[in-house]
């Protein structure tokens, strides 16, 4: 079975600087896919990025970027720049590569930028 | 285009009352997925549909939960003799079934608080 672990319950950074949030995972899949999600006070939740674990190349969505190490089965986000709307809950998630690939969530970072 | 829809937004009920949770999916989205989100167990999924059929419900929690999904769209996700413990945020998604990686997208959910 797979599993998620988000070792920071909570961060807070200022407006512009950048953040990591961390990310490790446990799976005997050789391939699967990996997910950061974001969950704003609304309640949506919002895909942020995601990698898929036979790519070795790092994912990057504009200021939201990965950084992958397969070997050590990390996944840890980096928010570049980030923006008072980047406060959110933030998820991490895998999902093996086939059946339901349902999603196995972390325990959720809540991230708070800071004006 | 539309997103996954979810109603009622909110739902209070008495305990031993039965409550329905409606999801509108992604127009062609064949997966549809129901997660539970709560304060002590995170994020856990319940069932997944792919077309009408149920291939996975292994995370339904007891024999009171119990989710339909009709003409290939519309899931209504049911708990008969509601509990306190079954207060939670109760999440859909949905994703277009391509094989390979189905990036799942959510509605904004249901709180249920059960009196």
Known sequence: AQTVTQSQPEMSVQEA???TLSCTYDTSENNYYLF????????QMILVIRQEAYKQQNATENRFSVNFQKAAKSFSLKISDSQLGDTAMYFCASAPPSGAQKLVFGQGTRLTINP | GAGVSQS????????GKDVELRCDPISGHTALYWYRQSLGQGLEFLIYFQGNSAPDKSGLPSDRFSAERTGGSVSTLTIQRTQQEDSAVYL???SLWRGGQNTQYFGPGTRLTVL
């Open chain 1, 17 to 19: 600087e950048t953040v």
């Open chain 1, 36 to 43: 950061w999600y974001k969950q704003p006070p609304s309640r």
């Open chain 2, 92 to 94: 859909c998604a949905s």
């Open chain 2, 8 to 15: 009622p937004s909110n739902k209070v009920t008495e305990k």
